[in-house]
């Protein structure tokens, strides 16, 4: 006679909305008010870097002229990736494979590389945060870099993370302008309370398992289209859509097909995403000054469709595709590059978990057959 399955009888909360799974002291959304440790993003969009960023994430204050020196001098020595790892990393195949799959895989073989790799106490920790929020967009100019059979250039640990991501990727002195805009993406996708990627970052890290292995899991988590893989999505459909005659069509159309529309709608605002309203004007901005308007005139098209249709509103990718293409970024990079942004981020959740842990481990109501004999 089979044991009786225990069954568990609590509510389901499909996608744990609403659900409360941990405090956290990071970044809080009230209404439409997003801040990171009490400071809006707009705030922050216009008056700091991504270094200054990364740094109130994890600290929990804003640093001093003489901390953000120190940081990015800790930071530009993190700056390179061991030269027998580039070997095996431009070994890789990138012909046919998703940049998250090998962004994915060659941060988890970072941690083969990192003597250090399987501490997890507070020194170890800073250390390691730093190693890997520095080498992240490293990674991802490398593997652009192999895909189109050109060398690695090596970053210059006297900038910042933004200007040697586009250095880097394009081998060529950024035009500072795009530099600082790229910066200010940075900052907006940085950290977003308790996001799916950043969710399955903690709960890796709630078994106590490494922070290699906790950005390994987000990685996976952000690659996907309903999380992080929306922007490339974005971008793709505006090219499929072509022209601002077909878009209007094609969106009524989508809608009616009960077909999502990528870049639109979101668990937590429900009256808009203030991360979108900024990228919005930078769209409009960054496609004047490259003389594409119609991308920003198509999306913003879109935008109006969409709301009345459907009552949703952009979220943080929908706009954001049409800066990142404007910036001659290859559209599969899209979510890489969110990644190299979010790891400040899910670091600082890491180590929130770490400091109050619990492990994470929620119940399955049983549905399925019961008492059957092999
Ligand atoms: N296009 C069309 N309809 C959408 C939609 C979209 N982008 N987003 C939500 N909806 C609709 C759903 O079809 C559903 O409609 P219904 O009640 O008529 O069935 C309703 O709105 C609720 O959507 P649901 O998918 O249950 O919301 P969620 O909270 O589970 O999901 C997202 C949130 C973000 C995953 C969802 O809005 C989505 O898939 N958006 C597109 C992907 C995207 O941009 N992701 C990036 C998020 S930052």
Redesign the pocket.
């Known amino acids: 006679m089979a044991t009786k399955v225990e069954i568990y009888e609590g509510a389901v909360d499909k ?1 744990l ?1 609403g659900v409360v799974a941990c405090t956290t002291g990071i970044s809080s959304i009230v209404d439409a008010t997003l801040c990171f440790r009490g400071y809006t993003i707009e705030d922050l969009a216009a008056n700091s870097t991504f270094e200054e960023v990364i740094y109130l994430l994890w600290y929990d204050k804003r640093p001093t002229t003489e901390e953000l020196k120190d940081f990015k001098k800790e930071l530009g020595k993190e700056m390179f990736i061991d030269p027998e790892l580039v070997k095996q990393l431009q070994a890789m195949p990138t012909k046919d494979v998703h940049p998250m799959a090998w962004l994915r895989t060659a941060v988890s073989m970072l941690a083969l590389w990192d003597k250090e790799a399987q501490g997890i106490d507070k020194a170890a920790q800073k250390k390691i945060g730093m190693r890997l929020t520095a080498k992240l967009g490293l990674l991802v100019a490398l593997f652009e870099r192999t895909r189109k059979g050109l060398s690695f250039v090596p970053a210059n640990s006297e900038k910042t993370i933004a200007w040697n991501f586009i250095n880097m990727l394009f081998g060529k002195e950024p035009d500072a302008e795009i530099v600082r805009m790229f910066d200010v993406c940075l900052i907006l996708h940085a950290d977003h309370e308790l996001n799916c990627s950043a969710f399955s970052a903690r709960v890796t890290a709630s078994s106590l398992s490494d922070m290699y292995s906790a950005v390994t899991s987000a990685i996976g988590t952000l690659k996907g ?3 992080g893989g ?1 922007n490339e999505q974005v971008m793709l459909m505006l090219k499929s859509i072509g022209t601002m005659e077909n878009a209007v069509q094609w969106i009524k159309d989508a ?1 009616d097909n ?1 077909v ?8 937590v605002y429900k009256n808009g995403d203030p991360r979108a309203k900024i990228l919005r004007k930078m769209s409009e901005q960054i496609t004047k000054k490259i003389n594409e308007p119609k991308w920003y005139q198509m999306s913003a098209l879109i935008d109006d469709t ?1 709301q009345k249709e ?1 009552g ?1 509103l952009p ?3 929908f706009y954001s595709a049409t800066v990142y293409h404007s910036m001659n970024i290859p559209i599969d990079l899209f979510t890489p590059i969110f990644a190299v942004s979010r790891v400040s981020g899910w670091l600082a959740h890491i180590f929130e978990q770490y400091a109050n842990n619990r492990i994470y481990r929620p119940r399955g109501q049983w549905i399925g057959k019961e008492g059957l004999r092999f």
């Open positions: 996608g909305e289209p309903l999380h929306a809608l009960k999502k529309v990528m870049g639109f709608g979101h668990r969409v459907k949703l979220n943080v990718d």
